[in-house]
Every structure is written in structure tokens, then in C-alpha cells.
């Protein structure tokens, strides 16, 4: 299925990334920005496609300083949603203050660096804590370390979100660690987010997409469009991130993925339908 007509109301946009040049940058970092994503043009694209809606996910170069992010959902409460990056050792009232400013979720990016401790004091505690107000564990991680992180995972108290279809290494999906990220993406409590196929090896994120199909994670899978695709921008457009995914899909799954899949992760459904806000077809080639 192709976008030919808008998406259905109510449509999510799972994960996408708002900077500017000139913030704190973290001391540990992969990559550092220079230009601007900023949140009037992010709700641009949303509106000139049809969505309705936004997960803003902290950008792993601002590390845990999430002032950026909560100044961002400030902007649109009615529209965003936040992912945040923190210490395991946060306290639970400053997990209230990110509960309450729209943070559905923290964050655990994992490339390149190691897995953390998840069975050792703070991070059990942080698992207990972060069930306790309904907000999920996403992690970004690849290959061996979801062998690493399976044990884990699996016991993981609340809603775990893999992100980018777990980086599949090989077109053929069989790969050191691929066991174990199936094994996990079985898991009733387990989410996986359909985004950013160019972060995977060339052809395994399709690959991995219409695997997913056909196992029936359709139940448990959101789509992102990794805007601004970070250290992968040259020749992106916005609308060919949701049509990799649609044309993979039929129109019941398109409206279970884009629509009541995230409101039920999220735990919330935006109050203004995406279809009141149908861009034209040259606003959706832009």
C-alpha cells in the first residue's frame, strides 16, 4: 500500500529528533550536528503529510541533559510526546517531572558503547520505577549485545521498545545475535519500532519487516522517520520513510501501525485527526 490518499486519522510519527547548533553537547558522543532541526519544521513535515502527532526522541550527542526535549513538548503538548535519556539513578520525583512534561519513555542507545549492568541495584530500580508510571524502555543495540541483553529484557517489568528493527546485520536474518533478538521480539511486553532501514546492512530491514509481518508483531510495532537522520541526510525525503513501510502493508495494518498501536503504547490519542490536515502532493514530495 502506497500513500497515495493521507494516512488514517490520528496518524503517529514514533520517532524523530528536534536540535540546534550551539547546545551542551555530551562529552562522550559519536557525532556532532551542524545544522538545525528545529520543532517549526518538524511540524511542518507532520502537517504537510497528514499526521497528527510526534515522538521526539533525545538525540544520544545531548546525552541525559533533556532541557531541549521538555522546552520542545512545551511547545505542543497536543502534539508530541517525548523520549528521554537519564542516569539510572534518577530519582523517582524527577521522573514524575518527565512523566508530567510528556515523557512516554527513556532511552538506551547502546551503539558503541557496552551493556549496561541491567540486573545490578539502580537499573532494577529504575526498571520497577519506570513500570510503576507506565513509561517504556527503548534501546538502540545490534548483534551479540541483544544476546547480552535477552536475559534481561525478557524479565524487563514494563513495555520495551526495540528500536530500528534491532539493526538486522544480514539480509537473511541469521547473524550473531539474531536468535536472541527474535526470542526477544516474541515477548508479549516487547515493541519494536519499523524506522531508519538505512542504519541496518543493505536490504535487512525490509527483510526484517516482512519477517515481523508475517509473525504477527503487527500487534506490537510503531514506524518512525528517524528525522533528521542523523548521519545519514544526504537524499532523504520525509515521505519515503512511510512508504517503505506502507507498501509492505495492507490497509488494516497501516491503521494498526501508524494509528492504534502507538496510541496504545503511548497511552494517549491526540486530540486532532491527521486527516484534517491532508497535505497536497507536492507538499508530501518535499
Given at each position: 500500500m502506497t500513500f497515495t490518499e493521507p494516512p488514517p486519522p490520528a496518524a503517529f510519527d514514533s520517532h524523530a529528533h528536534v536540535f540546534t547548533r550551539g547546545l551542551p553537547l555530551a562529552d562522550e558522543r559519536r557525532y556532532s550536528p551542524?545544522?538545525?532541526?528545529?520543532?517549526?519544521?518538524?511540524?511542518?513535515?507532520?502537517?504537510?503529510?497528514?499526521?497528527?502527532?510526534g515522538v521526539l526522541v533525545q538525540p544520544s550527542f545531548l546525552g541525559t541533559d533533556n532541557s531541549h526535549l521538555l522546552a520542545a513538548l512545551r511547545r505542543a503538548p497536543e502534539r508530541f510526546r517525548g523520549v528521554a535519556v537519564i542516569d539510572p539513578r534518577t530519582p523517582g520525583d524527577e521522573l514524575d517531572r518527565l512523566a508530567?512534561?510528556?515523557v512516554c519513555g527513556i532511552r538506551l542507545n547502546l551503539i558503541g558503547r557496552p551493556v549496561p549492568p541491567l540486573g545490578e541495584g539502580p537499573w532494577r530500580r529504575l526498571a520497577r520505577e519506570l513500570a510503576a508510571r507506565g513509561l517504556h524502555m527503548e534501546v538502540q543495540a545490534r548483534q551479540r549485545q541483544w544476546e547480552e541483553l535477552e536475559p534481561w529484557l525478557l524479565r524487563w517489568p514494563g513495555a520495551v521498545v526495540i528500536d530500528h528493527l534491532g539493526l538486522p546485520?544480514?539480509?537473511?536474518?541469521?547473524?550473531?545475535?539474531?536468535?536472541?533478538?527474535f526470542r526477544l521480539l516474541a515477548a508479549p511486553h516487547v515493541w519494536v519500532k519499523a524506522a531508519a532501514p538505512y542504519r541496518s546492512a543493505p536490504r535487512a530491514a525490509t527483510a526484517m519487516l516482512r519477517s515481523l509481518l508475517r509473525t504477527g508483531a503487527v500487534e506490537r510495532m510503531v514506524w518512525g522517520s528517524d528525522w533528521p537522520?542523523?548521519?545519514?541526510?544526504?537524499?532523504?525525503?520525509?515521505g519515503t520513510t512511510l512508504t517503505w513501510l506502507t507498501t509492505e502493508l495492507n490497509a488494516a495494518e497501516t491503521q494498526r501501525i501508524l494509528c492504534a498501536n502507538p496510541a496504545r503504547l503511548f497511552g494517549w490519542t491526540p486530540p486532532v485527526?491527521?486527516?484534517?490536515?491532508?497535505?497536497?502532493?507536492?507538499?508530501?514530495?518535499?
Amino acid at each position: 500500500m502506497t500513500f497515495t490518499e493521507p494516512p488514517p486519522p490520528a496518524a503517529f510519527d514514533s520517532h524523530a529528533h528536534v536540535f540546534t547548533r550551539g547546545l551542551p553537547l555530551a562529552d562522550e558522543r559519536r557525532y556532532s550536528p551542524d545544522y538545525d532541526a528545529t520543532v517549526d519544521a518538524y511540524v511542518s513535515l507532520l502537517d504537510a503529510h497528514g499526521l497528527a502527532a510526534g515522538v521526539l526522541v533525545q538525540p544520544s550527542f545531548l546525552g541525559t541533559d533533556n532541557s531541549h526535549l521538555l522546552a520542545a513538548l512545551r511547545r505542543a503538548p497536543e502534539r508530541f510526546r517525548g523520549v528521554a535519556v537519564i542516569d539510572p539513578r534518577t530519582p523517582g520525583d524527577e521522573l514524575d517531572r518527565l512523566a508530567e512534561a510528556g515523557v512516554c519513555g527513556i532511552r538506551l542507545n547502546l551503539i558503541g558503547r557496552p551493556v549496561p549492568p541491567l540486573g545490578e541495584g539502580p537499573w532494577r530500580r529504575l526498571a520497577r520505577e519506570l513500570a510503576a508510571r507506565g513509561l517504556h524502555m527503548e534501546v538502540q543495540a545490534r548483534q551479540r549485545q541483544w544476546e547480552e541483553l535477552e536475559p534481561w529484557l525478557l524479565r524487563w517489568p514494563g513495555a520495551v521498545v526495540i528500536d530500528h528493527l534491532g539493526l538486522p546485520a544480514l539480509p537473511s536474518l541469521s547473524y550473531p545475535g539474531s536468535g536472541a533478538l527474535f526470542r526477544l521480539l516474541a515477548a508479549p511486553h516487547v515493541w519494536v519500532k519499523a524506522a531508519a532501514p538505512y542504519r541496518s546492512a543493505p536490504r535487512a530491514a525490509t527483510a526484517m519487516l516482512r519477517s515481523l509481518l508475517r509473525t504477527g508483531a503487527v500487534e506490537r510495532m510503531v514506524w518512525g522517520s528517524d528525522w533528521p537522520w542523523t548521519r545519514h541526510e544526504e537524499g532523504r525525503v520525509y515521505g519515503t520513510t512511510l512508504t517503505w513501510l506502507t507498501t509492505e502493508l495492507n490497509a488494516a495494518e497501516t491503521q494498526r501501525i501508524l494509528c492504534a498501536n502507538p496510541a496504545r503504547l503511548f497511552g494517549w490519542t491526540p486530540p486532532v485527526a491527521a486527516g484534517d490536515r491532508t497535505g497536497t502532493a507536492a507538499a508530501r514530495r518535499a
